[in-house]
């Protein structure tokens, strides 16, 4: 495959935690390449490396070894305060629970992102709307976090995730605290947005649920991708 | 951010109002203690003045140090035309020693003379009269003196007494004069070794016709050092010396700066407990944030970002708690400035050190501003620690924060 079409491209990632006196190797040399438009699933055991994978694509973490160019940027050289940038021009995240500020409504927590990016007030406001709106919560723009369920929390997420238009989406396990129907409609929700607007993903996740819903598995076994699976 | 700081103040209703209390409270306590301490130490410092001995003296030069008869202002007219911009009350008086001798003893005195009508206009010594009357215009061989050495003297009023002095010319001066009043003012440069008697009659005596040792002047505080300056500027190099209250009777003054020291070190005190309210809880509901903070890194918000938004929470706090505290500091001391506040049972009933018995509490502006402006800096001191652990925090950790 032609890398210049690839969003991620990532070669012989190693990440070590030190617990104690033993070291534990996260990632054993990670080979990725993602073309824009995937709608991938990070698949594999508990412990086999999947957020800490997610967390070094994700500009959040740097690893020990390897190279990553993410969009053609060569991100590892970036500054704390770039990748932030990056992060905030390029990336949208979807953690496990607990991804909205608490004290501000969905459409506040939507709108946020685009704060931070300087959109005007009532621009922002407006694109907050519509992406509550893409994910179905029309009508619950001012309920704070705690007043929406699980699952409408995770879509707000997605809205939020969305709303700044990133080059891709890394999602850690996004249906996890949610009932199978919740976890089943959120993963539609954002296969459905996948293919209507091209936005890439990449889930971790070892849910079924959410398995059941990729166009491909990428499957971990202790920090290194064993297989991809097409669907 | 604004709006985020506040509404995780909001959130913690309960422990951000505690933290304002606490900074409100203890502001307010301190700018009433201020006022009560400051109310006690204007009003002796203004009673120091007003009783006897005035805001400002000039004398001719060296007078102060080593008074004598001869020593007197040599131009009274230079000194007036000094003055001649000067709004307030202005007393003109001869001072001289005396030996007073009574039935059963003698005392060695200052004599002091006074313009009876013109002295009630600068001083309050007429009010300090406690028995019999104060001079009277008109008056001539009479003399008020103080209770201690009335009764050294073993006179009363109405009673005769003989007082040496010299005159100009350095002649044996005496002369009989009936006593009419008796000050007890509780002071003791006042009630013991003072003998004050009409102008008039002592430049007469004395051979001073026309001359005066000192020009009193009663200013408030704020014209004070201005017009000293002034005067300075004009008189000195004509030989006058022109002395403020505190230059003559400097230890009220160093008592009362000694005293503000004592208070400065509360200041810091209160500052320490206001600090670690406002460090408690920002640091408490930033660390409760640690994953949201984590999660607001992971959306691109940067760590100067969010150690904004704890400033701005400790800030708001801090501002909210200093506003209150205030406005409650400042009620307490105008309300006890119109009702004062009565020690008369707890004082002796004799007044002591020009204190009054009823306090009227009153703050300065310099004690207001800096203690206002000392607890918003311990406000923003107090992010400095949250601040510091924002700065450290690692999106993935605080993410994975639980
Ligand atoms: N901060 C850390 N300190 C020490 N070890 C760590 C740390 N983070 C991860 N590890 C270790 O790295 C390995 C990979 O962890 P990782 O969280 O990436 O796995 P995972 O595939 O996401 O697992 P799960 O499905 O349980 O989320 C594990 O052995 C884990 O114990
Ligand atoms: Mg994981």
Redesign the pocket.
């Known amino acids: 495959m032609n890398q210049d079409h690839m969003l991620i491209c990532a070669r012989g990632l190693v990440r070590r935690?030190?617990?104690g006196q033993e070291e534990?190797a996260?990632l054993n040399g990670v080979d990725l390449d993602l073309p824009k438009g995937a709608f991938s699933v990070l698949a594999?055991?508990?412990?086999?490396?999947?957020?800490?994978?997610l967390n070094i694509l994700g500009t959040l973490d740097m690893p020990d070894a390897g190279t990553l160019s993410i969009s053609g940027r060569d991100v590892l050289t970036f500054s704390a305060a770039e990748r932030a940038d990056f992060r905030l021009y390029r990336m949208g995240f979807i953690f496990q629970a607990y991804n909205l500020i608490r004290v501000l409504s969905a459409r506040e927590n939507v709108a946020y992102v685009l704060q931070l990016r300087g959109v005007p007030k009532a621009e922002r406001l407006r694109r907050a709307d519509a992406w509550l709106a893409e994910v179905g919560l029309a009508g619950l723009e001012t309920r704070r976090p705690d007043q929406l369920s699980g699952g409408q929390q995770q879509r707000v997420a997605v809205a939020r995730a969305l709303a700044s238009e990133p080059d891709i989406v890394l999602a850690?396990?996004p249906t996890a605290n949610l009932d199978s129907h919740s976890g089943e409609s959120l993963m539609h929700l954002m296969r459905e947005l996948n293919g209507k607007r091209g936005v890439t993903f990449l889930i971790?996740s070892?849910d079924p649920v959410a398995m059941d819903a990729a166009r491909e598995l990428v499957m971990?076994e202790d920090?290194r991708i064993v297989e991809r699976i097409g669907q | 951010m604004l709006l985020l700081a506040w509404r995780n103040i909001v959130r913690n209703a309960r422990r951000s109002l505690i933290t304002i209390a606490a900074v409100a409270l203890g502001l307010a306590a301190l700018l009433f203690l201020w006022g009560f301490n400051d109310g006690v130490h204007n009003s002796m410092m203004r009673n120091l003045q007003q009783v006897i001995i005035g805001s400002i003296q000039i004398h001719q030069q060296g007078f102060f140090r080593s008074p004598k008869l001869t020593r007197d202002i040599r131009r009274p007219d230079e000194v007036r035309a000094a003055l001649r911009d000067f709004k307030g009350p202005v007393g003109w008086r001869l001072r001289a020693f005396a030996l007073a001798a009574g039935d059963d003893a003698s005392e060695g005195l200052v004599l002091l003379g006074v313009d009876p009508q013109r002295e009630r206009g600068v001083t309050r010594i007429a009010d300090k009269v406690s028995r019999g009357r104060f001079l009277a215009a008109g008056d001539a061989t009479t003399c008020v003196l103080g209770l201690t050495t009335a009764r050294n003297l073993g006179v009363e009023v109405g009673d005769d007494i003989v007082l040496l002095s010299e005159d100009r010319f350095g002649s044996l001066a005496a002369d009989r004069f009936r006593l009419v009043g008796i000050i007890d003012s509780g002071e003791m440069g006042i009630d013991r070794g003072l003998a004050i008697v009409p102008l008039d009659y002592m430049q007469d005596w004395l051979s001073m016709q026309g001359r005066y040792s000192e020009a009193v002047l009663q200013t408030d505080r704020d014209g004070l050092e201005d017009i000293t300056r002034r005067l300075r500027a004009r008189l000195e190099p004509q030989g006058y010396e022109v002395l403020r209250w505190y230059d003559m009777y400097p230890v009220m003054k160093q008592w009362v700066d000694l005293e503000n020291g004592f208070y400065y070190i509360f200041l810091g005190i209160v500052l320490l407990i206001v600090a670690a309210g406002i460090m408690n809880t920002v640091l408490m509901s930033m660390l409760e944030r640690v994953r949201e903070f984590g999660v607001m890194m992971a959306l691109g918000c940067g760590r100067w970002r969010l150690a904004g938004i704890v400033v701005t929470e400790s800030l708001m706090l801090g501002l909210i708690g200093t506003v209150l505290g205030t406005a409650a500091g400042l009620g307490l001391v105008a309300f006890f400035h119109q009702t004062g506040i009565d020690l008369s049972s707890q004082m002796d009933t004799i007044q002591r050190f020009y204190i009054d018995t009823v306090v009227r509490t009153e703050i300065d502006t310099d004690h207001l501003f800096n203690s206002v402006l000392a607890v918003l800096l311990a406000a923003s001191v107090a992010s400095l620690v949250p601040v510091w652990r924002v700065l450290r925090l690692q999106p993935?950790?605080a993410i994975?924060h639980v």
């Open positions: 935690f030190h617990s534990v996260a594999g055991r508990s412990g086999s490396g999947k957020t800490t994978l850690d396990e971790a070892h971990m920090g | 993935v950790e994975h």
